[in-house]
């Protein structure tokens, strides 16, 4: 193998990496969206938001390194991987159950009172465990397939407006940027999807749609403040190993 082309395999493996890492972090979300929500330094935040930041770190760099069509690529990919998690939960849904006598202890739940879900309904009672969380995790995946999409798509289109406007210069500002005014809009689509069926059918206050969003948003600021110098390393490092000018 010549040198050019142990640098092209090498290019590749990086980009790969980056892709997996967004590619990971975005499924998790979908997997474990907001089936529990956790204190982060006094902000109410779902975990299924805890790895999230990172794509956005992995896009820039993406960015950064491989331009605008190789970043539009992955966050297309990504949104069919959120159509396959999507027809992934609906299929267990409506396939039949076994009997009862080969169902585990803990598929079913009885709840202590009604809960509102995510889609607007009320359940009660007796209900399985995996019905219970799709109710909760299928709505909040269609709330990240429309929030991913614009977020993620005016990420990478503010980010090379600004590198094109600064003639490549200020990563700090390109990074940070893109990403606060992309979270924002990540951050009002999935509260506003996910849980205003649940509000305007009076099973949550304004006040508390209101601390859900403020919470959300409030720790992506934090997460991509903090991004920075990981962002500076990795595109300089990468840079140089790879040989990349631009």
């Known amino acids: 193998m010549n040198e050019l082309s ?3 395999l090498k290019r590749e493996k990086v980009f790969w990496v980056l892709s997996g890492i967004f590619l990971s972090a975005m499924t998790l979300l979908n997997v474990v969206g907001i089936t529990k929500f956790v204190d982060v330094f006094g902000l109410s935040v779902a975990v299924g938001v805890l790895p999230y930041p990172l794509t956005f770190l992995c896009t820039d760099l993406i960015s950064e390194l491989y331009g605008k069509k190789r970043a ?16 992934c939960l609906w299929l267990g849904q409506v396939m039949p159950e076994v009997s009862s006598g080969l169902q585990p202890p803990w598929q079913s739940l009885v709840l202590a009172e009604p809960v509102f879900l995510p889609n607007g309904s009320e359940v009660s009672g007796s209900v399985t465990l995996y019905s219970f969380v799709y109710f909760c995790t299928s709505g909040a995946v269609a709330a990240s397939m429309l929030a991913y999409l614009a977020a993620q798509f005016i990420d990478v289109q503010i980010f090379h407006f600004i590198k094109k406007k600064t003639a490549g210069k200020h990563l700090w ?5 893109s990403t ?8 009002f689509a999935v509260v506003g999807v996910t849980f205003g069926a649940v509000f305007l059918s009076g099973g ?4 508390t749609l209101v601390t859900l969003f403020l919470s959300n948003y409030a720790f992506k600021v934090g997460a991509a403040l903090l991004d920075t110098p990981f962002f500076y390393f990795f595109s300089l490092k990468l840079k140089k190993s790879l040989k990349i000018e631009n």
């Open 6 to 8: 142990a640098l092209q």
């Open 72 to 87: 539009n690529f992955v966050v297309g990919l990504g949104f069919f991987i959120n159509l396959f998690v999507l027809f």
């Open 173 to 177: 500002l390109r990074n940070n940027l």
């Open 180 to 187: 606060l005014i992309s979270q924002f809009v990540d951050s």
């Open 204 to 207: 949550m206050s304004f006040n």
